[in-house]
């Protein structure tokens, strides 16, 4: 049997000497423990798992390429053997609120995603990058710019990645739009208007219903068409103006059942979003200066689909889109780029979700930036 510690006549310790250890590495026959393995998939624990995490966030990474669910935290102790038992989860990445830290200490778990209550993002993403774990949150990013800036540092300082769920800047039709706004396809944009909502009825003791946890349309649905008014137009907001309110009272009297705003970006593009939980509504329309394109639905999980003023039509994906999200995000991570939706794009909206609220509790005052 020939011997692979020899190589065209070298001696193992002279090859390594000449060629470095990465060439030996790479398929010379040499053991692998000379570089640490690299993960086919990164390790995704989901922390909280409510519905978006047992609906899609789940089924969607086992379709995923770069990273898989390996791990899960949460705070009710029945869910675990069902989680367990459907995804081969062993024991030892199963963790609590209280636990959660440890998973430091677990080489298994790479990615910490974020799945709970808007209140409770900030606080759970930074004890994941404390822990030295990338960090995936939902959107919206947190509660208001102080605890998303505390986010950003605390990934920063911890040398980890930071990104949204920002799930549509993820989506073909979606980057295909985003596109024509950078390459001005359709002329200058002047005009922005994007609406998503749904009728809904939370019921009693909902976090949606409260205020302390992010609940209301603006943050949890509003998110959308700011964040939608943004990747179009690549523009950050100069001046925010808008109003809140609420019809049942019954069901939303301490958070907005409606929010409605306008933005102003710089050179006079203006842009105009509504959110609700008593209205559904689902629209990205751009007007630029030789043109319009629009995608309606704009932010489905399926059938996000487009058309434009000169007839191109943009079909719907069949894709997994969280899957294409979570896809995307890991190999950004493998590849040490940033991500598509950093911790930055997170604030950017969240200040603009507290001009609203602001400028809302002000008889609706333009609000600068
Ligand atoms: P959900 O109510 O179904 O689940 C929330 C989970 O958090 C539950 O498992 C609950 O037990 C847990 N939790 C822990 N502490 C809690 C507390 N103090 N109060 C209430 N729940 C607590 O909510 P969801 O729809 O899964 O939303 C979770 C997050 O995902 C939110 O940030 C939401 O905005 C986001 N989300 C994103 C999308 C998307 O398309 N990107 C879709 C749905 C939800």
């Known amino acids: 049997m020939k011997n692979l510690s020899h190589s065209g006549g070298f001696t193992r310790r002279q090859f390594l000497k000449t060629t470095g250890t990465v060439m030996a590495a790479s398929g010379l026959g040499f053991p692998s423990i000379i570089l640490p393995r690299r993960k086919e998939k990164l390790g995704v624990a989901l922390v909280g798992l409510g519905s978006y995490s047992r609906g899609r966030l789940a089924p969607g990474l086992q379709l995923t390429e770069h990273c898989e669910l390996k791990g899960i935290v949460t705070g009710s102790p029945h869910k675990i053997p069902v989680w367990q038992e459907q995804y081969n989860i062993p024991d030892r990445n199963v963790y609590s609120y209280q636990t959660m830290h440890e998973v430091a200490d677990n080489d298994e778990i790479d990615i910490i995603y974020i799945v709970l209550p808007t209140g409770l993002h900030a606080q759970y993403s930074i004890i994941g990058a404390e822990a030295g774990k990338h960090v995936w949150c939902e959107k919206p990013m947190a509660m208001d710019a102080a605890e998303c800036r505390a986010m950003i540092d605390a990934a920063v300082k911890n040398r980890v990645q930071l990104a949204i769920g920002y799930r549509m800047q993820h989506e073909p039709n979606t980057r295909t739009i985003i596109r024509y706004g950078q390459e001005q396809t359709y ?66 009297a301490f958070v907005d059942e ?47 689909q487009g058309e434009t003023s000169d007839g191109t039509i943009l079909p719907p994906d069949t894709h997994h889109i969280q899957a294409r999200q979570m896809d995307m995000d890991a190999l950004a991570i493998k590849e040490n780029r940033p991500p598509v939706a950093p911790g930055e794009d997170g604030l950017a909206d969240v200040e603009i979700i507290e001009a609203v609220q602001e400028s809302s509790r002000r008889g609706q005052e333009w609000i600068r930036f």
Do not use: C
């Open 187 to 252: 002329g200058a944009i002047t005009e922005i208007r994007s609406g998503a909502g749904y009728r809904g009825s939370h019921p009693t003791g909902n976090w949606r219903r409260n205020p302390d946890l992010g609940g209301g349309a603006l943050y949890d649905m509003g998110v959308y068409p700011i964040n939608a008014i943004r990747y179009a137009s690549g523009l950050e907001a100069v001046a925010v103006r808008g109003r809140q309110w609420s019809e049942r009272q019954d069901l939303y």
């Open 258 to 304: 409606f929010s409605e705003f306008e933005v102003e970006f710089p050179g006079g593009v203006k842009a105009y979003g509504e959110t609700a939980f008593g209205k559904s509504s689902n629209y990205l329309d751009i007007t630029a200066t030789e043109g319009w394109y629009r995608l309606r639905p704009f932010q489905s999980y399926t059938g996000v």
